[in-house]
């Protein structure tokens, strides 16, 4: 028999819903504002026991270290100060204070400012380790400042592409104009709009339209106005090619890309140049927490974009749509590597729910969910209704968090798929049972197991690594940064001890539909 899982399933729709789900994972306190911050205590400590010698600060260390905090806004830390200047009267900085600022903003560059364990009651994607005192010394010694700072940092290119994205809109931010917000109301083609103006001037300076420094002009040339009907702010016609502009927008921020201006879209309009800035900047932050060198072999779970890639000796050779927990039931940051497949799957139902919601359900109930009962336990047997599909991956983690498959597939249509009770439901869970079955060279027991309608475990060769990550701003397949909203709204707090504001605008949720695995 199979353990009770954490993960709720489908069939609570048929029961009126479930006990509450395991306690969120949720940010654990609001963080002051503050810009830009100094470092603190919650800053990484370093490791090793080495301590730089006043002689080794010489002058031309001071300068490079000087010219390095300078350049710390490519790595999106410009707002935090790591080495105030000294007030008005007040003695210049010592060679203790440069000590322990460029610690404290190696152990940035190398692990992250802020420590996720402090803002998660449940993280364990492991972080870099690194001597940062042993190595300090060493490049101060050699002064080598320059070489020992620039390798910290991740070194891939997808951290690249999104530090010169956060150089661009930091650029943009400071010199573009606030965002005029755009009222709320619904706008379909065709519709003639006051606010269509506004969202041209958005749609434009986020790229999506041919820049230009008059909406109105750009508006122009999409609605095509008579010599008698000349283009103003209140005449503007909402027009199927502006709409197709706005389904790129909509794409690259997970929103159904229907082209209709609706609430979710606007608050994505809302954001300026800032606000991306902002994201970009805890995107690299999150980076820097992982380790440098991940698993050749591994499946990555974005369950901000909720989406799978899965890398083999190195090489993304399988991506796919996934569906992960909703707002308030959030599918937790974790390396937990999957162990067995799980054929035709049985669950098991929970006490609190077999003594709950189903303590006056009767034979005729079991019998139309495919239930029976052992050892005074609900079982749902294996069958295509079964609430974890045909197929669950085994993953080693206490907090029964798994991969699985679904009976109600046609999710996976919608843009928004944070609609789950934590666990990951995997678009054609089979398929892709399959192939990792195939590639750990047991896919002939895997269809066996399959066929024969029973609960059967495949155990895999060696465990696959799975890392579930929460990155609302990546690299995409067409290899540009995309944006995604915050559904957990896990951004805020790490964005604050970055040195920003609250975040400008309320972030977009996705609204649960089911009460799935």
């Not at 809109?169 to 606010?195: E, H, L, W």
């Not at 103006?197 to 095509?224: H, K, N, R």
């Not at 090619?241 to 794409?251: D, H, N, P, R, S």
């Not at 690299?475 to 040195?499: C, H, M, S």
Request: include cysteine; aromatic fraction near 6%.
């Amino acid at each position: 028999m199979q353990l009770a899982s954490g993960c709720m399933p489908v069939l609570a729709l048929a029961l009126g819903g479930f006990a509450p789900a395991p306690k969120p994972i949720v940010p654990t306190k609001a963080i002051a504002e503050g810009q830009p911050r100094t470092a603190s205590k919650s800053a990484p400590k370093a490791v090793g026991k080495a301590t730089p010698t006043k002689a080794a600060w010489t002058a031309a260390n001071i300068a490079a270290f000087d010219q390095i905090l300078a350049d710390r806004a490519r790595q999106g830390l410009d707002r935090v100060e790591f080495l105030p200047a000294p007030a008005d009267g007040a003695p210049p900085v010592d060679d203790a204070a440069r000590t322990k600022a460029a610690l404290d903003y190696a152990g940035a560059l190398a692990q992250g400012r802020v420590d996720p364990a402090s803002l998660h009651q449940v993280y364990t994607l492991p972080r870099p380790k690194v001597d940062l005192t042993t190595g300090l010394s060493r490049a101060l010694a050699k002064s080598d400042l320059v070489a020992w700072f620039d390798g910290l940092p991740p070194q891939d290119a997808e951290y690249k592409q999104l530090s010169d994205a956060y150089l661009a809109f930091s650029a943009k931010a400071s010199t573009a104009t606030p965002v005029q917000t755009i009222p709320s109301g619904v706008i379909r083609v065709g519709n003639r709009d006051p606010r269509v103006a506004t969202i041209v001037e958005q749609l434009a300076e986020s790229g999506y339209l041919p820049s230009s420094t008059d909406p109105l002009a750009v508006a122009a040339t999409l609605t095509a106005p008579t010599a008698t009907t000349p283009t103003t702010a209140t005449s503007i016609i909402y027009t199927q090619a502006m709409a197709e502009a706005l389904k790129g927008l909509q794409t690259d921020y997970g929103i159904a890309a229907d082209g209709v201006v609706g609430p979710e879209t606007l608050k994505v309009l809302n954001l300026g140049a800032g606000d991306r800035a902002r994201a970009l900047a805890v995107g690299l932050e999150r980076r820097r927490w992982l380790a440098r060198t991940p698993p050749p072999t591994r499946i990555d779970v974005n369950t901000a974009a909720a989406q799978l890639r899965y890398y083999r000796d190195g090489t993304m050779i399988d991506q796919r749509k996934v569906i992960v927990g909703e707002p308030g039931r959030e599918t937790p940051a974790l390396s937990s590597p999957i162990y067995r497949l799980v054929a035709n799957p049985t669950w098991t139902v929970p006490k609190s729910i077999q003594n709950g919601e189903m303590a006056n359900v009767g034979e005729e109930y079991l019998t139309a969910h495919n239930m029976v009962v052992r050892d005074g336990w609900i079982v749902q047997q294996p069958g295509p209704s079964n609430a974890l599909g045909m197929v669950k991956f085994d993953m080693a983690n206490d907090q029964a968090i798994y991969l699985h498959d679904t009976s109600a597939p046609g999710l996976f249509d919608r843009s928004q798929r944070h609609l789950s009770h934590g666990c990951v439901r995997v678009e054609d869970a089979l398929g892709f049972a399959r192939i990792l079955a195939e590639d750990e060279g047991v896919g002939e027991a895997w269809q066996t197991a399959q066929d024969s309608g029973e609960t059967n475990f495949v155990p895999l060769p060696r465990r696959i690594p799975v890392r579930l990550l929460y990155h609302n701003v990546y690299v995409d397949d067409a290899g540009k940064v995309a944006f995604r909203t915050d559904p957990y709204g896990w951004n805020d707090p790490i964005a604050e001890q970055l040195g920003f504001a609250k975040a400008s605008a309320k972030r977009a949720e996705a609204q649960a539909i089911d009460i799935g695995p």
